[in-house]
């Protein structure tokens, strides 16, 4: 079999776990990351190119004799990075910008799912702040979920558990614009409650193959306190997900959404992961993304004991249905270390105490989300900064030792949750 060039867009702990699991593939010659970070160094060659410059992204490609190119981050995705390499010839896994659209529009999402009855909370769609706040104060009752339409780093949701806090997410997004312009439309949805399950799956628009399940910890502070995060840690498989509800969750949600989009002119390829609330009345689809998750790929892609490098080339050639995919049964943990003041305003360039050289721990995986490798040294680079992963027979051994790795490295303002995989 060839060896082929490959090269990862991104710079997060997701990114550096799908580094992590191509080089355990016999299929890899060179692998490069852009941008990259401190960590996603030691595993690959980082090339400076911003994910939004599709430009030199293609260009690199092709000076370099790239032949698979994983697009991970979203924005990327939705700005059609996927639909120009395809257009030059090189293979890339995700979907294409018109298929993006399932995570990048809430209102493309919501209405597909209501045009094809795919479970999911009632909701209504407004242009106008005006006809919001109207429509808000006619509920009869509170919380009610607040969402701009596009995407906004996942922050783009509000909770407001008064008319007074659902007037002002009006207010802030739509007129403030705080989210920019994802904030030109709202969509205003029922309020459900039930626990959360994340299911990534790989599918090539034909067939689909769901992951392991996870469980993300989207609050920054314990006892699901605190703002909402890009999600601060995440167990597999996740306790809720039994077999019952999977096999709910594939025939009324995963593959009418295939069908769903096939029927639009969007197939979609690549990774679909699938944010649902178990409720009362069934799964439910919470949000779609048009990727994996960060930080749930540290937890499933660890379990993965298939060749990644063959699904990925199996789903850009529409041929997912040749593939065997093999799972391990241990559980995983991740618990993200995160910068003080994270997910607001916090510092960066702190140095970080503890890593080996290779920005390793003793008996864990430390999957590098922001960092910066200086001088012999790894600093902090963003909000949230390592992903400590471990695995285990059980989850609680999985936990022990994810924690116990976490004690052994320290950086100033270092905060991270106490209870990942608690809450069960
Ligand atoms: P999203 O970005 O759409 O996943 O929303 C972020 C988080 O907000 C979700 O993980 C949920 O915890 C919460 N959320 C979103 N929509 C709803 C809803 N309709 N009811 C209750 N919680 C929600
Ligand atoms: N962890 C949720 C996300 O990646 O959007």
Redesign the pocket.
Known sequence: MDKLNILMVGSGGREHALIRKILESSRVNKLYCAPGNGGIGKDSICIDIPVMDIKKMVDFAKENSIDLVFVAPDDPLAAGMVDTFTEAGIKAFGPTAAAAMIEAS?VFSKDLMKKYDIPT?KYEVFDDPKEAVKYIQSLESFPT?I?ADGLAL?K??I?AESLKDAEDAISSIMEDMKFGASGKRVVV?????GP?VSVLAFTDGKTLFPMVSSK?H?RALDNDQGL?TGGMGTISPNPFYTDEIAKICEETIFMPTIEAMNKEGRPFKGCLYF?L?ITQNGPKV??YNARFGDPEAQVVLPRLKTDIVEIALAVIEERLNEVEIEWSSDPTACVIMASGGYPNEYKKGIEIFGLDENGQVNGATVYHSGTVFKDGKFYTNGGRVLGITATGKTLDEALEKAYCAVDKITFDGAHYRKDIGKIR
């Open positions: 809430k909370a979920v969402k996942g783009g949701v909770i949805e029922e309020f459900l409650t959360e993300d989207k909402n944010g609330m919470i949000e």
